[in-house]
């Protein structure tokens, strides 16, 4: 296990919302969602999108869209692109393991077409037009495994800025270290057990670790337990002493001391906070249907919803700012949205 094991381990897709928007330009989309990560595929056409007011980027065939954080995510079509079809699905993540996640991503990040998509999207676009029994369980396991495959692609990118210790994971010795780690976080690990994984002194490994990682060994492993303690806080039946020793503490002690340190916080009052919302019946997402006229600059023509997520349509207005005009000029037009409905 690695890093990025660690933390998609806590994303599964489970009943994921997918919306399909078959389209033809002249159009506009929007689609509002609470969830925290969409990913979002160009399976036809070519077009743009944005997040949250964000600037638009231009999206083609096999490209992949992650967007993170709320807000609105708008797409459009590109002047003389023709008809398109863009998917969309939510994850429902949740967590300190899945923040950490999140924090690595930009609100939106665009991986373009890789070889080893082709097959994924081409079962998503099937199965999101289809009607098969058993479809559910198809999207969801074929979306996480291309969440994974597009994270891989977006974290190998210059630009991108991925968990610290992912770019360690290259380095033969110290990933081996970072792998058996997040493999046993419980173990009673020290700089020489540690080293004795990568097969290097405790000086040298000390130096190479924390010139990779961008911290010292112990530190590193003492956060990771701290997020890792965290959500376990939050589970059902949760005592501090049990998840001090999950986390490999024998005295609750010394581990309170540790979590009020790295986290800011006593584990007792994440303990009371998880409490206090689980008697409130857990606070789940709310599903509704946003009125955004003036932020689309464009007149709605009705709101469709699809597993939670709502898309709305809307005429055309101008193409944003990419270098192109509209040889066309036609502001009629206005795209199918047809939401894939998996409630």
């Not at 700089?191 to 530190?219: H, K």
């Not at 206090?276 to 249907?289: F, I, K, T």
Request: charged share 25%; hydrophobic share 45%.
């Amino acid at each position: 296990m690695d890093l990025l094991d660690d933390m998609l381990d806590r994303v599964r897709a489970r009943g994921a919302a997918f919306c399909r928007s078959e389209t033809e330009p002249p159009w506009t989309m929007a689609c509002h969602t609470g969830a925290p990560l969409v990913l979002g595929a160009m399976l036809e056409g070519r077009g743009w999108v944005t997040r949250g007011g964000g600037p638009p980027v231009e999206v083609g065939p096999g490209d992949i869209a992650l967007f993170r954080g709320e807000g609105p995510i708008i797409a459009g079509d590109l002047p003389g692109a023709g008809a398109g079809t863009f998917v969309s699905a939510e994850y429902a993540m949740r967590g300190d393991v899945c923040e950490c996640l999140l924090e690595a991503l930009p609100e939106l990040a665009v991986v373009p077409r890789e070889p080893e998509f082709e097959p994924l999207l081409a079962l998503m676009a099937a199965e999101t037009a289809g009607s098969e029994p058993g479809r559910q369980v198809v999207l969801d396991r074929m979306l996480d495994l291309l969440l994974v495959r597009a994270l891989r692609s977006w974290f190998a990118r210059a630009e991108a800025e991925p968990p610290a210790g992912y770019r360690a994971l290259d380095d033969p010795r110290i990933g081996r270290a970072l792998r058996a780690l997040h493999e046993r976080p419980a173990r009673p690990w020290t700089v020489a057990s540690l080293a004795a994984e990568a097969g290097l002194s405790r000086a040298a490994f000390a130096r190479r670790f924390t010139a990779l990682v961008g911290r010292p060994p112990l530190a590193y492993l003492t956060e990771w337990r701290m997020v890792l303690a965290a959500d376990l806080l939050r589970a059902p039946g949760a005592s501090v002493a049990a998840v001090a020793r999950k986390v490999g503490y024998s005295d609750g002690f010394a581990f309170s001391n540790a979590f009020k340190r790295v986290r800011g916080v006593a584990p007792s009052e994440v303990l009371r906070s998880a409490r206090a919302v689980d008697g409130l019946g857990g606070g789940g997402p709310v599903e509704q249907v946003l009125d955004d006229r003036a932020q689309l600059g464009g007149v709605p023509a009705g709101a469709l919803v699809g597993g939670g997520a709502v898309a709305e349509r809307v005429h055309h207005a101008d193409p944003p700012a990419l270098g192109l005009e509209d040889p066309a000029g036609d502001p009629g037009g206005l795209g199918r949205a047809e939401p894939d409905d998996q409630g």
